[in-house]
């Protein structure tokens, strides 16, 4: 099978990144909404940068590793137009896996929180990227290789997905169509996501379709405002303590806490905020609520 030449994609959209951000913030103080604020949207920048410029390691690695396993396939999948449709739906219900599970797992929240780590909302906020992620969260897309889909398909189905998520990300859109606002993923639906009102957690993981989270039982629409960043924010705009420092407290939980060794390793694969003495770092009214609205709907 002859496999086409396929350009990185994020690099040649780093100039519309630009573009629309300049554009953004222009028309946000010209309708009088909240500013940008200039130190959160350039740590969001620099996050982005050192994102491209891991990327380049993190993307080689994870080709060789996809070609390596891509001859253990079980199908081989061409590359036509149809592929492509099936591939787009596959990649992206891979994604909401991936996603929802970040938000589940301590072990790849420590990586998927710095994405979550602003307080506000808008352009530069999609290029606050995590550092680490692209060194284990391949993991997720694995199987794609395995059913015989190429490495260079999957690779640029994924640098799709993530072009597509940047557009999401502004308050300056409130709502899409009805029509698009039931199938695809839009800045409402992802307004939700970026929130931590109590009805708001943990919903809408999805890249793409929404339909994914409306099928799975994790969908909220937007109604009340949305208050963005996290439930316990990491006041600082330094681009390595952002990125790392979830590691840090996850590391230190594990070495520090007085407990089994079970426990201890459910640090890792826990949610975010669990303590094995039973407190969070939610408060007990916010998690009351957290937890009725998980019962609600699963």
């Known amino acids: 099978m002859q496999i086409p030449e396929i350009p990185n994609l994020i690099h040649y959209a780093i100039p519309f990144f630009v573009i629309t951000i300049i554009i953004e913030v222009i028309l946000t103080v010209k309708v009088k909404l909240e500013e940008y604020e200039i130190k959160d949207a350039s740590t969001s920048i620099l996050m982005g940068l050192g994102h491209v410029f891991l990327g380049i390691i993190t993307k080689t690695m994870v080709l060789g590793i996809f070609l390596l396993l891509y001859k253990f396939r079980i199908f081989t999948i061409s590359f036509t137009w149809w592929t492509w449709i099936l591939l787009l739906f596959v990649e992206d219900l891979t994604y909401y896996w991936f996603h929802r599970i970040s938000h589940e797992s301590r072990l790849f929240w420590a990586s998927h929180v710095v994405h979550h780590s602003s307080k506000k909302y808008n352009l530069s906020t999609a290029l606050r990227q995590t550092w680490s992620g692209g060194f284990y969260t391949f993991i997720f897309w694995l ?26 990300h502004t308050e300056l859109i409130k709502k899409m169509p009805k029509w698009f606002e039931a199938v695809f993923n839009t800045p409402s639906h992802h307004r939700v996501h970026h929130a931590t009102n109590p009805q708001y957690l943990d919903r809408n993981h999805a890249g793409i379709f929404i339909i994914w989270d409306k099928f799975f039982s994790t969908f909220e629409p937007e109604v ?75």
Not at 143 to 168: D, E, K
């Open 224 to 298: 009340e405002k949305p208050v963005y960043g996290l439930v316990q924010n990491i006041e600082t705009f330094n681009p390595l303590k952002i990125a790392f420092i979830e590691w840090y407290q996850m590391v230190k939980d594990f070495f520090t806490s007085k407990t089994t060794i079970i426990n201890k390793f459910k640090y890792l694969i826990k949610p975010p905020g669990w303590k094995h003495d039973g407190t969070s770092i939610l408060s007990n009214d916010l998690r009351k609520k957290w937890e009725e609205n998980k019962r609600t709907n699963f």
């Open 143 to 168: 199987p794609l290789i395995l059913l015989g889909f190429h490495p260079v398909m999957v690779l640029v189905q994924m640098s799709i997905s993530l072009i597509y998520q940047y557009w999401i």
